[in-house]
């Protein structure tokens, strides 16, 4: 413990100095490239960092938060928490790109870095279409290879986060409450199960309260580390905008699930739509944008079990071509050696053997395994 204070004392050094936010404590490590470089630097090389204030360079010069500092790193550590900083490779890389992120922060889990990440937000005031919809597209994102981003607050995130769990894939909660206050108290059990088996992140000291400010600061978090954004409800001033306009404005895509056009949960995502927006009925149309970010495609339920027989040498090269989202069956010739006779009979013994998926036009997919 003593090894991992030395260690992370710095970085809270810094944060502590009045006038040092995030924002600009990025520029510092940027320049200087650690907090100890910084804190040792002198009174002309500061000067030259665009926005510090004089009550900053202060601060620095004539460092006096070392023990309140070394309190709050105890705390950290006291709770049993884990914690990165802004130069850690365990950082995430998409939120170490964002003007302001936190130059470290606390969690529970495990910490994926390498699998890419989509938020699914949306209102606290959830409609039985808004739960199920959020839930499936959790679902089924988390089976294409994402983790699953939300809040964990009422509503469509828990739906969210629900999802990702049944698929038995990962999940990463983002708190407006320090790791040591959970909110809102009807999941605990949700957040216990997501430190298990996904990650539980703040920004916040351990026993932050679940104070208003918080939340749109934790929201830039959500936008922040997830390669895109999915609003399925949200009202004209819902807070989920807040994070769909981060998101935009970090150059990352957002989506939004269309509604009941007499829904005022509904107006916000119409809005959001209006404002070019990509509309979401299933998460084939979120593979479709980012079909890049995701490593793998999901293996088929049927091979992974051994279900059927053997695939010959024709069917195997069209597994590897398809994805959930359906293709045309000459795009599939074009991508393959074989004529179009032999892949039209593998592709309607994969239909048969329950691998593949056919839909009108000669559209064919991998089918999608059932929650």
């Known amino acids: 413990m003593t090894q991992d204070i030395n260690i992370h004392l710095p970085w809270f050094i810094l944060k502590s100095i009045p006038g040092i936010g995030n924002l600009l404590y990025k520029r510092l490590i940027d320049r200087f490239k650690t907090p100890e470089q910084v804190l040792a630097t002198g009174e002309n090389e500061l000067r030259a960092i665009r926005g510090i204030s004089k009550k900053a360079i202060k601060g620095i010069l004539n460092c006096t938060v070392e023990k309140e500092a070394k309190q709050k790193l105890e705390g950290i550590k006291r709770a049993g928490l884990c914690l990165v900083t802004l130069n850690d490779p365990l950082y995430p890389p998409l939120l170490r790109e964002i003007p302001d992120p936190p130059p470290f922060f606390t969690y529970k889990g495990t910490l994926d870095t390498g699998s890419p990440c989509i938020a699914i937000v949306g209102s606290r005031n959830a409609t039985s279409y808004g739960l199920e919809t959020a839930s499936r597209l959790g679902h089924d994102l988390a089976l294409s290879g994402f983790q699953v981003v939300s809040g964990m607050a009422r509503g469509i995130d828990t739906a969210a986060h629900r999802g990702a769990l049944a698929a038995t894939g990962k999940t990463l909660a983002i708190l407006g409450t320090g790791l040591a206050r959970i909110y809102p108290r009807e999941n605990t059990r949700l957040f216990h199960e997501i430190s298990r088996r996904g ?91 980012l079909h890049h970010m995701v490593h793998a495609e999901p293996v088929p339920a049927q091979l992974r079990a051994g279900k059927t027989d053997p695939l010959d040498t024709v069917q195997q090269a069209i597994i590897s071509i398809l994805d959930p989202y359906p293709q045309h069956i000459d795009a599939i010739v074009d991508k393959t050696d074989h004529d179009i006779g032999g892949i039209f009979a593998a592709l309607l013994d994969l239909e048969l053997k329950g691998i593949v998926k056919q839909s009108p036009g000669k559209l064919f997919s991998i089918k999608e395994e059932q929650p």
Do not use: M, Y
């Open 199 to 289: 990650t539980v992140v703040s920004e916040f000291s351990p026993d932050t309260q679940p104070e208003p400010r918080n939340f749109p600061i934790r929201n830039r978090l959500i936008a922040g580390i997830s390669t895109g954004t999915v609003v399925v409800e949200a009202t004209p001033r819902s807070g989920s905008l807040i994070t769909a306009r981060l998101a935009a404005e970090f150059s990352r895509d957002v989506f939004a699930v269309p509604g009941n056009i007499n829904s005022v949960r509904s107006r916000g995502t119409h809005g959001l739509i209006k404002q070019g927006a990509t509309l979401v009925e299933t998460h084939t149309d979120i593979i479709e944008e």
